[in-house]
């Protein structure tokens, strides 16, 4: 009987990978404008508070809220204007009682002003200030700190930067960050059959799709992608190409080889390359049934199908997972979207699937359509916007169903 028709559960079995592993613990430091995407290695704290000075954040003039209490449009108030705060520079002047000066988004709060009163609340009428409105003690004002105080963390060690926190260390004046390494993946492709995307099929022959999927989505996660070429369906070969890729390489992933077939080999190759070897062969979910997680000598190793979309939502669930891990990633949620099913979908009791789906606006909610398609047909997964999740414990959804959508 094949290993792998003992079928273990997608999330048991990602984590008795995931269990055994550690972060790599290699890092670099490197220019904050180049770091989109990449993982912080330590802890960020501000330098300063943030803002260093009290700001407004419109353009009005500085007052002291209590000479504009009882302010209003039928019973104005009247203050002496005494100036302009310049832009970039500390305020030449201070507010007293009964005064008020110009200033504009941003400016420094002068002595004096403890809130700024909106443009459109006032008219000027030569150098006194028409007030319309009253305004509280610290309206339209940013304080000193309120966004960071100065010794704050503000970065946790294992964040991946976005646009938000790469913003944010520029505004400390934090030029170089210390980030984790990328994780280097090997892939090898494997068969017979297999040959390079730039060559030319003959009947029988198809091109190599899953090393630049692969290649791509772990480029998209923090990884390295070094490609090992396409092996022919011999051990010795498979191997000797995944040993070298072991030897060089943080992440091995093989691509087909992974099914109960006499040809294939994947499991017996890594059960060769050091202990314990395969963890997984067999996961009960569709598309990907055949995926192998192994790990030899402490690093990771996958065998995935070669059916191009069994290998790509397979690289989603479980390859992903473990480059975050490598790279000591805090978890953070993937991005989903809550739509509504179109039409019905059948399961298996106790398998977990995974279909494509379009998106497309359907009044409060999005309409999510299927995209129907065998394993092997690259489009059917290129043309979803996301991939929908039919639970173990149910035997299908039903049309109308509100379902989350994870966006890929």
Request: hydrophobic share 40%; glycine share 12%.
């Amino acid at each position: 009987m094949p290993e792998f028709l003992t079928l273990l559960p997608p999330d048991i079995a990602r984590e008795k990978l995931l269990s055994a592993l550690t972060p790599l613990n290699l890092s670099a430091v490197i220019e904050t404008e180049s770091a989109l995407g990449r993982v912080t290695a330590e802890d960020v704290f501000a330098p300063h508070p943030l803002p260093a000075f009290p700001r407004t954040t419109v353009d009005g003039f500085a007052l002291r809220a209590r000479d504009t209490y009882g302010a209003s449009e039928s019973l104005p108030g009247y203050l002496k204007l005494i100036g302009e705060v310049p832009m970039g520079d500390t305020p030449g002047l201070e507010i007293a009682p009964g005064q008020c000066a110009i200033i504009h988004t941003g400016g420094m709060l002068p002595p004096g002003a403890d809130s700024v009163l909106m443009l459109e609340y006032t008219q000027t009428i030569g150098d006194e200030v028409e007030i319309l409105k009253s305004v509280a003690d610290g309206e339209n004002i940013i304080q000193v700190g309120e966004d960071v105080a100065e010794g704050q963390l503000v970065i946790p060690r294992g964040t991946r930067l976005r646009p938000a926190e790469i913003g944010g260390l520029m505004a400390l004046g934090i030029t170089e960050i210390r980030v984790a390494n990328k994780v280097r993946v090997g892939i090898i492709s494997s068969g017979d059959e297999v040959i390079p995307a730039g060559g030319t099929p003959r009947p029988g022959q198809v091109r190599d799709i899953n090393a630049h999927t692969l290649g791509t989505l772990m480029s998209q996660f923090g990884g390295e992608p070094l490609q090992y070429g396409i092996i022919p369906d011999k051990f010795d070969a498979l191997q000797t190409a995944a040993a070298r890729a072991l030897a060089e390489c943080d992440l091995v992933l093989i691509t087909a080889g992974s099914s109960a077939s006499t040809r294939d080999m994947t499991a017996d190759v890594i059960n060769t390359l050091g202990k314990p070897g395969v963890l997984v062969h067999g996961i009960n979910t569709r598309p990907g049934k055949p995926t192998i997680l192994g790990l030899c000598d402490g690093k990771p190793i996958i065998g995935l199908p070669g059916n191009p979309v069994s290998a790509l939502v397979n690289g989603y669930m479980m390859v992903v997972p473990v480059v975050e891990k490598l790279l000591g990633q805090l978890p953070r949620p993937r991005a989903t979207l809550r739509a509504r099913l179109t039409v019905n979908l059948s399961s298996q009791a106790g398998r977990e699937d995974w279909w494509p789906v379009r998106l497309r606006p359907d009044g409060d909610l999005f309409a999510a359509d299927p995209v129907f398609g065998k394993s092997n047909l690259i489009f059917s997964l290129a043309a979803g916007d996301g991939l929908l999740k039919i639970p173990p414990d149910a035997t299908g959804l039903s049309a109308g169903t509100v379902v989350e959508v994870l966006l890929i």
